[in-house]
């Protein structure tokens, strides 16, 4: 069943640029790693407040990555510019 990862954060508008270099640098190497992440969506909320969505095959794939990932210079160079980050994990339950 494939499980979303909601990241409700905030970014200072200034950083905006950067956040999503970095924000794309760690996707590239999340897919480098597990072919689990199959979409990601990033959403504004207003000037600072984001919410970064993505997709995962399964709970295991997530589990498996989000295990290691904190350690990658790419997930600490993103979350670097992030504040106030909340996460959720959801399972899918319908879609049409």
């Known amino acids: ?7 409700r954060l905030t970014v200072t508008p200034a950083d905006v640029d950067e956040m999503l270099v970095r ?3 760690l996707i590239e190497a999340v897919r480098k790693t597990t072919d ?15 919410l ?9 794939a997530l ?16 979350f670097a510019l992030v504040q106030d980050a909340t996460v959720e ?3 899918l339950v319908d879609e049409r």
């Open 36 to 50: 689990g992440l199959t979409e990601t969506k990033l959403a504004r909320v207003d000037d600072e407040t984001w």
């Open 89 to 91: 994990r959801l399972e």
């Open 23 to 25: 924000r794309s640098a």
């Open 63 to 78: 589990d498996a990555v989000t295990a290691v990932a904190p350690t990658w210079p790419e997930a600490q160079a993103a």
């Open 52 to 60: 970064d969505v993505w997709r995962w095959e399964s709970g295991d």
């Open 1 to 7: 069943m494939s499980v979303l990862r909601l990241t």
